[in-house]
């Protein structure tokens, strides 16, 4: 049990502090063999009511990404994932598994508000999900996937203005 609670207690150290999760970032970011990466933290959100919450990031060209915190029994957290690179329009999405279920994280920029929302539709066929980013510059958004959903990931996303014409 000493040594379950040792171990647990060093798996979960990050302190619930702005300071803690940019130092612990960085480092999680730089474990070699990785280029010299500077994030900078945006936005720290849960994920609805799971014991998941979402790093937003940006890094020094431009680029976001996100990381996975995990918070433990003791209230601290460990990252245990993060991904960074921008696709279209500078955004991009993730399927993440949580203690709650799979959730369909969506994050990037929306420049100069020209995108109303986005269509997120799984390959599978066996869900849309539509994300209004039109007040977001920035922006980080969650949404359960229905728990019926076999193949979660991968996604297609499609952009619409607010007329909703299709952005290309």
């Not at 601290?76 to 993440?96: E, P």
């Not at 920035?138 to 996303?157: G, M, N, T, W």
């Amino acid at each position: 049990m000493i040594g379950f609670s040792i171990y647990y207690t060093n798996e979960y150290y990050i302190e619930d502090n702005e300071a803690a999760i940019q130092a612990n970032l960085d480092t999680w970011l730089n474990r070699p063999p990785s280029e010299e990466l500077n994030p900078e933290v945006l936005e720290v959100k849960q994920i609805a009511d799971t014991t998941s919450h979402i790093i937003f990031f940006q890094l020094d060209d431009g680029d976001f990404g996100y990381a996975r915190l995990l918070k433990g029994l003791n209230g601290k957290f460990k990252i245990d994932h993060a991904g960074y690179g921008s696709g279209f329009l500078n955004s991009s999405y993730q399927v993440i598994e949580t203690n709650k279920g799979e959730y369909l994280i969506l994050y990037g920029e929306n420049p100069d508000l020209t995108v109303d929302h986005v269509l997120a539709t799984a390959l599978s066929g066996e869900y849309d999900i539509t994300f209004d980013i039109s007040d977001d510059q920035r922006f980080l958004q969650s949404v359960k996937i229905p728990s019926d959903v076999e193949r979660a990931f991968p996604v297609d996303l499609t952009f619409y203005d607010e007329g909703d014409n299709l952005i290309e």
